[in-house]
């Protein structure tokens, strides 16, 4: 297997890893509206895009969104970025002020492998 295909594999990985820790991290319910999800119904949503790839599996850069407050709601992240962070920082001051310290900073690409070995204890952890 080249090295490409295998650091492919294990950033798909981490990201699934990433969404199973977010739904035990957040209790299983929408951050937002405090609605109980099933795991396939429900949202990671990064606060810091995905592509900032040393901040994509981190357990602080998330929260558990429903398919409403995600995409629809006045106040869902892809609607309107600020009135999402409006809620993030009533509801949430640490995840904001974390965003704040961590938006500009500058990083390498991860070891993906090594990713997922930290992510399963994550999990392990908030089980
Ligand atoms: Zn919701």
């Given at each position: 297997?080249?090295?490409?295909?295998?650091?492919?594999y294990?950033?798909?990985?981490?990201?699934r890893?990433?969404?199973?820790?977010?739904?035990?991290?957040?209790?299983?319910?929408?951050?937002?509206?405090?609605?109980?999800?099933?795991?396939?119904?429900?949202?990671?949503?990064?606060?810091?895009?995905?592509?900032?790839?040393?901040?994509?599996?981190?357990?602080?850069?998330?929260?558990?969104?429903d398919?409403?407050?995600?995409?629809?709601?006045?106040?869902?992240?892809?609607?309107?970025?600020?009135?999402?962070?409006?809620?993030?920082?009533?509801?949430?001051?640490?995840?904001?002020?974390?965003?704040?310290e961590?938006?500009?900073?500058?990083?390498?690409?991860?070891?993906?492998?090594?990713?997922?070995?930290?992510?399963?204890?994550?999990?392990?952890?908030?089980?």
């Amino acid at each position: 297997m080249s090295t490409k295909r295998s650091r492919k594999y294990y950033r798909n990985l981490a990201d699934r890893l990433w969404q199973e820790l977010m739904w035990y991290k957040w209790g299983g319910r929408c951050g937002l509206c405090g609605k109980r999800l099933g795991r396939e119904e429900a949202i990671g949503h990064h606060f810091i895009g995905r592509r900032v790839y040393h901040l994509r599996h981190y357990p602080e850069n998330g929260i558990l969104l429903d398919n409403e407050c995600h995409s629809h709601k006045p106040y869902a992240p892809h609607r309107s970025p600020n009135l999402f962070m409006d809620m993030i920082v009533k509801k949430y001051p640490d995840s904001y002020n974390w965003i704040q310290e961590h938006q500009h900073e500058l990083g390498q690409e991860p070891d993906y492998k090594e990713r997922c070995e930290f992510l399963r204890k994550e999990i392990k952890r908030w089980q």
